[in-house]
């Protein structure tokens, strides 16, 4: 059977885009900015980005088209049987994130069609509180929305690579611009917006600390999706002729221009309203929707503001949704719709405990987090680190001249800083991953 390939170049680099950009750009990077020190955290976090980042995602991507197959194939065939035991936990990884990110994506739709209804009209900051509360621990409601979230996800997944991730790519990936972008002059043009705007670029270097530079490192890794095996999984995709470095800078770019322009959405107006910029989840679902029912024309404010969170959140999951596809139907011969909608269905279910904990399954913990918690937990601190790490070392050592012909397009692409990326790939990058790792375990 003939390898579905990318119709065109940006195509691939928006999917991939998409992949790397998700709600942890419009929520999260926004959020440790307030929490870790503005300016000075954005500085340390744009160094990490561009040299640990870019060096891990060229090397995703380099297997994946080196190998032509999914994330299991491509470490069997890159570096030998006993280096799949890590492509088969990216895929694993994938599995158990899009399950419970499922559940946060179908808040943003349970979020939309109560905008859209005029359920939130007349709300106040109180009343979104409660409102939040009352959806996340419903035993039906966001379950309901959960799946409708994963059968969107479905839908296009099933339409293949060219005619389904990569044409939905290509329409929601310029609507999140062109709705970040709206959203941004709002935010800007708001009384006292400039506060938030000084705190976001100008650093403080007093906030420099181990911690600072952890959660700096682990946001530029993981905000790219990497360790996950959805950039090996893409780039089994990209044709020959491309140019793998200058693909993965595009991509690195973009997602950092998401999660800047982010950071100009939210921080200017938690500034304007006085609220707390680091004010986690609650941010998002609670505090941003209080500060737009305050505006003129507010409900619009918050339902572009919601399409965009939901833009982020499906872009993000089909990448994850594709992985384990990929992954069944070449491993167990099956055809792309049944794998579609049965791997769909699976997770769907697996997603439920994740959703229930939050609600009549919370008082069961597990080292004193409930299930939500627990995946979160063991697969953002030791299955992506440790998938990154794994690519790292079969591309700097393992199988290096085999990436290189990758990467250099057998040659005919020079590659201007090889020998930086190899030792990033064989030292720097390994050892910061596992820094980033231990951090989160022992507090080193």
Not at 384 to 411: H, Q, R
Request: some cysteine; hydrophobic content about 55%.
């Amino acid at each position: 059977m003939q390898r579905e390939h990318w119709g065109s170049r940006i195509g691939f680099i928006l999917a991939a885009a998409g992949s790397a950009v998700g709600l942890g750009n419009i929520w999260k990077f926004p959020y440790l900015v307030g929490a870790e020190g503005g300016g000075a955290f954005l500085v340390v976090y744009v160094a990490f980005l561009i040299a640990i980042g870019v060096c891990v995602m060229i090397a995703e991507i380099a297997l994946g088209r080196q190998a032509q197959s999914n994330p299991f194939g491509a470490f069997k065939r890159a570096a030998g049987g006993g280096w799949s035991i890590f492509g088969l936990l990216a895929v694993l990884t994938a599995f158990l994130i899009l399950s419970f990110y499922s559940v946060v994506g179908g808040w943003t739709v349970a979020y939309i069609v109560k905008t859209v209804s005029g359920g939130f009209s007349g709300y106040t900051g109180a009343e979104f509180e409660k409102q939040f509360g009352a959806l996340v621990s419903s035993a039906i409601e966001p379950i309901v929305y959960h799946g409708a979230f994963m059968a969107i996800g479905v839908l296009i997944v099933i339409r293949g690579i060219s005619g389904g991730i990569e044409k939905a790519s290509k329409i929601m990936m310029p609507l999140l611009f062109i709705l970040l972008a709206l959203l941004v002059v709002r935010s800007l043009t708001l009384p006292g917006a400039m506060a938030g705007v000084k705190y976001f670029l100008v650093p403080d270097w007093s906030h420099l600390d181990a911690d600072m530079v952890s959660a700096a490192l682990g946001q530029a890794f993981f905000t790219l999706s990497l360790g996950m095996g959805a950039l090996i999984t893409y780039g089994s995709y990209l044709g020959k002729k491309e140019s793998i470095p200058n693909a993965a800078m595009w991509v690195v770019g973009l997602d950092l221009l998401v999660a800047v322009l982010a950071g100009f959405l939210i921080l200017p107006a938690v500034f304007a309203f006085n609220m707390d910029p680091a004010a986690g989840p609650g941010l998002t679902f609670i505090t941003l929707p209080a500060i737009f029912a305050e505006l003129p024309f507010g409900m619009f404010i918050q339902l572009c503001f919601f399409v965009l969170l939901f833009v982020a959140a499906i872009t993000s999951a089909i990448s994850l949704l594709q992985v384990v596809v990929a992954f069944v139907c070449e491993e167990f011969n099956v055809g792309r719709k049944s794998a579609t909608i049965w791997v769909g269905l699976v997770t769907f279910l697996f997603g439920v405990p994740s959703s229930l904990a939050l609600g009549i399954w919370g008082e069961f913990t597990l080292f004193g987090m409930n299930f939500f918690e627990l995946l979160g937990f063991i697969t953002d601190n030791y299955f992506l680190p440790l998938g990154g790490v794994a690519t790292c070392l079969v591309a700097g050592w393992v199988s290096y001249d085999k990436f290189v012909n990758e990467i250099t397009n057998e040659g005919e692409r020079p590659f201007t800083y090889l020998t930086a990326w190899k030792w990033m790939c064989r030292v720097v990058a390994p050892i910061a991953i596992i820094y980033v790792m231990l951090h989160a375990t022992f507090d080193v």
